[in-house]
């Protein structure tokens, strides 16, 4: 095993997520909240922001009543154009930037008015682009200039929460945008309704309403995840390391038991999205999908969007990505606890930029992983590949300890095996809620809709039918041969899945 840097601690997650502390960022990393917010959302805004609370609550094409709301094309008195909202906007909001200031101090505070100016800014920008896409006109472009009364107030709360001055995934659009009908019920999902929605989704049956509270209900089982890797990375760490002879295989069978809680964790997560297909139907999400597009290689801002009187910017136009679940902590976190290596590819590249829009403690507990584990040289030792442990496990001393190195092995595989799944799913959802039904070329985030995923697909595919063979290719159980064999006819019906939507589309099937 590696030579672990001494000075490498334990991440501090937390165990209390300390939901009554508003001086702690909103999202923080637990074993029982996850990457959950560590606390519920705040729904209601201080009286200062009552005009962009009337704004926000007559915003989505259909309000809380059912009624038409300003970013419906259609509703009586509409232009038809997508101005309904900007008029409103520019005649209704003051700059309420000095009214943030206030409550700087609030951190979760923050992340709601965050989280409901992200709203409003992406709403505004792409307001004409969904007035366009309803008469069937595709995209066209979207405003360039963000005005000073939305422009700043963002600004300052994305600059005190951490986050970009544009919609996130955590931050805003999912997993900080759910309220409780019942708070003593709890995450039930008969119990969550969205806060803010640009479509129809405050209508807790509709598309949009499911699309986002599935993603909250898979989170909702990352504290257990969390506790495993953790509980891994505990057999790696100097400070865990015992003394007596015997450590090697109590280690081992401390290894399997944090493998064993990150594979069950991630089959509850599997299980929930897969629920994606009947709580967000697939012909509906184009409907609502225009809002959380981003600036960066998008048709819609070829020039990008000026921040009205953000200094920080410099008069600039900027360009940020888009919402996009890519952003979530749960797979990068197995991916950096399992090493998985990916391509040198300009897929990896756009992969790394999305690390920057997650939650700070987010980022910095997903880099600690992977530090850890590749110091600590996790995977070699995990699977009897790399050096012997200090002190002596080489796997092979007696039957007991061959036998625990064998379970370790068929974990891995069956951990990998959950991320295939996960990320097939989210091909399947790709090819069936969004290139079967659009032409446009990129995702909310700005990646390339064809060849991104299959990016990471591939590479997790390719990791577990490598380390397959190193191990020897068998003597690892049914479910196991079972495993690699679908594998096997998985990588080939990628292959020519994107083979043919890249000829289709006249696009280079690497995506370089």
Excluded at 211 to 237: R, Y
């Amino acid at each position: 095993m590696g030579s672990l840097d001494t000075t490498l601690c334990r991440y501090p997650v937390l165990d209390d997520p300390r939901p009554d502390d508003t001086t702690l960022p909103a999202f923080m990393v637990s074993t029982t909240r996850g990457f959950l917010p560590r606390m519920d959302p705040v729904v209601d805004l201080p009286p200062e922001f009552a005009p962009l609370e009337s704004l926000l609550q007559r915003m989505p094409v259909r309000t809380a009543s059912g009624e038409p709301g300003l970013l419906d094309p259609e509703r009586p008195g509409s232009d038809g154009e997508g101005n309904d909202l900007k008029e409103a906007v520019l005649r209704e909001l003051p700059d309420l930037t000095d009214a943030v200031d206030k409550y700087k101090d609030n951190l979760p505070l923050m992340n709601a008015l965050y989280r409901d100016y992200s709203f409003l800014a992406s709403a505004y920008l792409l307001e004409p682009c969904h007035a366009r896409f309803v008469r069937g006109e595709g995209y066209g472009l979207g405003r360039d200039v963000l005005p000073a009364c939305v422009a700043r107030p963002i600004a300052r709360c994305a600059r005190i929460c951490g986050f970009k001055p544009f919609m996130e995934y955590a931050g805003s659009y999912a997993l900080y945008n759910y309220r409780l009908v019942d708070p003593a019920v709890g995450l039930a999902s008969s119990n969550l309704r969205l806060i803010r929605a640009f479509e129809r989704g405050l209508d807790p049956s509709s598309s949009e309403a499911g699309f986002v509270l599935v993603h909250i209900e898979m989170v909702k089982n990352s504290g257990p995840l969390i506790a495993g890797a953790v509980s891994a990375l505990d057999t790696v760490l100097p400070s865990s390391s015992p003394s007596s002879s015997s450590s090697a295989y109590r280690n081992r069978a401390h290894l399997n038991a944090s493998l064993r809680q990150v594979l069950e964790a991630l089959r509850s997560i599997n299980r929930v999205m897969e629920t994606m297909w009947n709580r967000s139907r697939p012909a509906d999400y184009t409907s609502f999908r225009t809002f959380i597009f981003g600036i960066t290689s998008q048709s819609m801002f070829p020039r990008g969007v000026t921040y009205e009187g953000v200094d920080e910017l410099g008069g600039k136009p900027a360009s940020f990505r888009g919402e996009s679940g890519a952003n979530d902590s749960m797979i990068p976190l197995v991916d950096n606890l399992c090493c998985v290596p990916m391509p040198a590819t300009p897929l990896t590249e756009i992969l790394k930029d999305f690390r920057a829009y997650r939650p700070g403690e987010h980022r910095a507990f997903l880099e600690w992983v992977a530090r850890a584990s590749e110091e600590g040289g996790l995977k070699g030792w995990a699977l009897g590949l790399g050096a012997r442990r200090e002190g002596g496990e080489s796997g092979e001393d007696d039957e007991g300890e061959r036998g625990m190195l064998r379970e370790s092995r068929a974990l891995w595989l069956r951990v990998l095996d959950q991320v295939r799944d996960f990320r097939w799913r989210h091909w399947c959802f790709a090819r069936e809620y969004i290139i079967k039904r659009t032409s446009h070329p990129t995702a909310t985030g700005g990646s390339p809709i064809v060849t991104w995923l299959p990016n990471q697909l591939a590479a997790v595919m390719d990791e577990m039918a490598g380390l397959y063979e190193k191990m020897g290719g068998g003597g690892l159980g049914g479910e196991v041969e079972g495993i690699m064999d679908l594998v096997s006819r998985q990588r080939e019906t990628l292959r020519k899945e994107v083979s043919k939507f890249c000829e289709e589309r006249g696009v280079k099937a690497e995506g370089a």
